[in-house]
């Protein structure tokens, strides 16, 4: 994904951020009493809102950055990472938000330009393999509040959310996810807690037309985003 952008919300923030999974379900025909039955699947997606981006017309900085997105999305064809800000649910150990830390690298060392590393607050690993289009994962908290339930967290940027717990075993926890695994996640692997993400495409190939209000001085913008399960399936077909 080295040729992926993510979308900088330290420059363009928007008040509002609505993640919503969009269930896939298939009829299961109608009863006896005339109701028809809805079968849940394995399948679905995510749907992003950013919504009221702010744009000051004395910030440059604010629409240079959006054209540019603008100009590499180039409509729904593009693909970007986005964050979701899980924050109110994510299970920091104090119960309350936990930015991340800078740290050295374990032998004290930092990066070339004398930066140390971001580490999240949140920490908790896969146990065991977890298979391309699995619906129950398990998990092993090293540094996490004892509750997974209604939580989100992504995985090279496939974003997924935890339903209710299906079984505790002293610190692995198998919990029922969606949508499907997007691709194998090895055992042990690091799972994004703290600032989960989604790669997604624009909805809408004009969805960040913005209008330059010479009155109000700024403009709120909303863009709204699909999960780019194109590229899941590209990936599990090896083409990407």
Not at 86 to 106: C, I, N, R
Not at 133 to 162: C, D, Q, W
Request: proline share 6%.
């Amino acid at each position: 994904m080295a040729d992926i952008i993510e979308w900088p919300l330290c420059v363009l923030r928007p008040q509002t951020i609505t993640p919503c999974p969009v269930a896939f379900t298939r009829s299961g025909g109608a009863s006896l009493g005339g109701v028809e039955s809805a079968i849940r699947t394995d399948l679905g997606h995510w749907s992003i809102q950013y919504g009221n981006v702010v744009l000051q017309n004395r910030n440059r900085e604010q629409w240079q950055t959006w054209q540019a997105v603008r100009q590499k999305l180039s409509g729904r064809s593009g693909l970007i990472v986005v964050p979701v800000r899980a924050g109110l649910s994510a299970p920091y150990v104090s119960g309350k938000f936990e930015p991340q830390t800078e740290v050295p690298h374990d032998d004290d060392a930092l990066f070339d330009d004398g930066a140390s590393y971001l580490q999240g607050a949140i920490s908790v690993v896969t146990d065991g393999n977890t298979a391309l289009g699995a619906t129950v994962i398990k998990l092993r908290i090293i540094n996490a509040a004892p509750n997974l339930a209604g939580v989100m967290f992504s995985f090279n940027h496939a974003l997924y959310e935890i339903g209710p717990v299906i079984a505790i075993d002293g610190d692995i926890w198998t919990v029922p996810i969606s949508p499907s695994v997007r691709e194998f996640i090895p055992a042990g692997s690091a799972l994004e807690f703290d600032r989960p993400t989604c790669l997604c495409h624009m909805a809408d190939d004009r969805g960040m037309d913005v209008d330059r209000n010479a009155v109000g001085k700024n403009s709120l913008p909303s863009v709204s985003f699909v999960e780019a399960t194109d590229y899941w399936n590209a990936l599990a077909l090896g083409l990407a």
